[in-house]
């Protein structure tokens, strides 16, 4: 692989991130969360969102 298809990946990764963490991608599991975003971003983003779910 070569430095312009990593630098490809990493900006679509970042992206997708930021569309995760700012709430635009609605239903994606944990697993895929754990994916684009970490795992510990992933685990406080269920956190936050169980807890808003909560009453």
């Known amino acids: 692989m070569d430095e312009k298809t990593k630098a490809e990946i990493l900006r679509k ?4 991130k930021e569309l995760l963490l700012k709430g635009k991608i609605k239903n994606i599991s944990i697993e895929n ?14 956190q936050n969102l169980n807890i808003k779910k909560s009453p």
């Open 13 to 16: 990764k970042y992206l997708y």
């Open 33 to 46: 969360a754990k994916k684009l975003a970490g795992v510990d971003t992933a685990y406080h983003l269920y």
